[in-house]
C-alpha cells in the first residue's frame, strides 16, 4: 500500500475554509471511486496547512486522471516510508487559460472551486468518464461560472438564466477573452421561436485553443441564451447534455423578481425539474446546489425523486451541508437519470 497526502487549496476566509474540508474530503472520496479505488479519506493539519490523507494500492494513470480534477486539490504527493514527500500531480490543465472562471467578479457569483467540486460530483455520479466529450449545461448560469468551468475540461457548455442582462455580460466577457487571447472563434446569433413567437436568442462560440485544431474542426461550443429555467424545453426537444450544474437561486439576493425572500422557489424547481431530466442523455447526473434557508433538502431530494431521478447517496453524497455566509447554509443534491 501506498500513501498519499493532497495539499488543499486556501480560502481566504477562514470559516468558510474550515467549512469546505469536508467537501474536499467527498470530493476525494467520489473521484477516486470512479476510478474504483475505495480508500479512507482523512482531513489532517500538517505544517498549519490542511491535508487530505489516503493509503491505496499506486494509483493508476486513469485514477491519476481523475484525481487530478480535484476542485480543492493544489498538490497531490506520494508520501515515502522515510515521511519525504514526492508530488505526483497538481490539476488538470485548463483547455484555455485557468483564469477564465476568474476575471469576471460581481455580487452573487458561485464560488468557482465550489462550482468545479459540484462539476466532479455529478462526473462522478454519471456513467460518463472524465475523458468523454461532455456537455455540461446551466440553466440558471448567472454570468457563467459552471459554463467557463466545463469548457475548460475540454468540454462543451449550454448556459441559460432568465436574467438578459447577466447572459449577455457573461457573452461580452467570453468574447473579449477569446479575443484577448487570440483564440481562433467564430460567433452565430440564432433566433428561435416556439408556438410562432421568438423563445430566446441562442449565442454560440465554436472555438480550439489552437488554429491547427480549429482548422482540423476539432472544436468546443457554449451556447447562450436569456430564458426561465422552465422553457428550456421549448428549445431543446430532445437530451442535449450529460451533466446539468446549478446553483440555484438563494432566495436572499437572487430571488426571481429581485425580492429578499423568493417564497416561489419551490414552485420554479417544481415546474423546471421535468424539463431537465428530459434534457439529460441517459447515465447523466445533475448537481444542484440550493440554501437550505429556504428549500428544504428533503424536499430537493424529494423533488428529484418525483421525477424518475436516482439520487445518489453514500458517503461522497451526504452530510454536505455547509455555511456560506449569514443566511446562506449551503447543500448540495446530486442524482442521476438512470433510464
Ligand atoms: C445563485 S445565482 C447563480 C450564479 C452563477 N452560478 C454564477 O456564478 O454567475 C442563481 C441564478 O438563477 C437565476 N434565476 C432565478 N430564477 C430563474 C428562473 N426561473 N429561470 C432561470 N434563471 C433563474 C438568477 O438570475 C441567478 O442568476
Known amino acids: 500500500m501506498m500513501k498519499y497526502c493532497a495539499l488543499l487549496r486556501p480560502h481566504a476566509n477562514s470559516r468558510y475554509q474550515a467549512e469546505t474540508l469536508k467537501l474536499a474530503r467527498a470530493e476525494l472520496t467520489a473521484l477516486l471511486e470512479k476510478g474504483e479505488c475505495r480508500a479512507d479519506v482523512r482531513c489532517e493539519k500538517r505544517a498549519g496547512c490542511d491535508w487530505l490523507s489516503f493509503e491505496a494500492e499506486a494509483l493508476t494513470a486513469d485514477q491519476r486522471t481523475l484525481a487530478a480534477l480535484g476542485a480543492h486539490l493544489y498538490l497531490l504527493f506520494q508520501e515515502a516510508e522515510d515521511g519525504a514527500m514526492v508530488p505526483l500531480l497538481g490539476q488538470k490543465e485548463a483547455y484555455l487559460e485557468s483564469d477564465l472562471p476568474l476575471v469576471l467578479k460581481y455580487k452573487g457569483k458561485t464560488n468557482e472551486t465550489f462550482t468545479s467540486f459540484m462539476m466532479n460530483l455529478a462526473l462522478c455520479a454519471s456513467n460518463y468518464g472524465a475523458g468523454e466529450m461532455l456537455t455540461v449545461l446551466d440553466p440558471m448560469c448567472g454570468r457563467g461560472t459552471t459554463a467557463f468551468i466545463a469548457l475548460n475540461r475540454g ?45 430566446a436568442k441562442l449565442r454560440s462560440f465554436q472555438f480550439a485553443k489552437t488554429p491547427e485544431l480549429f482548422k482540423a474542426g476539432d472544436t468546443r461550443a457554449l451556447t447562450m441564451g436569456a430564458l426561465p429555467a422552465a422553457n ?71 423533488m428529484m425523486a418525483e421525477v424518475g431521478l436516482d439520487v445518489v447517496d453514500g458517503a461522497a453524497y451526504e452530510g454536505l451541508e455547509h455555511w456560506v455566509e449569514q443566511a446562506i447554509t449551503r447543500d448540495v443534491a446530486v442524482a442521476v437519470r438512470r433510464f
Open 155 to 199: 468540454w462543451n457548455a449550454l448556459a441559460f438564466d432568465q436574467d438578459a442582462a447577466a447572459v449577455e455580460e457573461a457573452e461580452k466577457y467570453f468574447k473579449k477573452y477569446l479575443e484577448y487571447h487570440r483564440v481562433k472563434h467564430t460567433f452565430i446569433e440564432k433566433s428561435m421561436t416556439a408556438n410562432g413567437k421568438q423563445a
Open 232 to 302: 428550456l424545453g421549448q428549445i431543446y426537444k430532445k437530451p442535449c447534455c450529460q451533466l446539468i450544474v446549478s446553483d440555484l437561486p438563494y432566495g436572499v439576493q437572487h430571488a426571481p423578481g429581485g425580492g429578499r425572500k423568493a417564497p416561489s422557489l419551490e414552485d420554479m424547481l417544481y415546474e423546471a425539474l421535468p424539463v431537465w431530466v428530459d434534457l439529460l442523455h441517459t447515465g447523466g447526473a445533475m448537481a444542484l446546489s440550493f440554501n437550505v434557508n429556504t428549500l428544504k433538502p428533503e424536499m430537493v431530494r424529494g
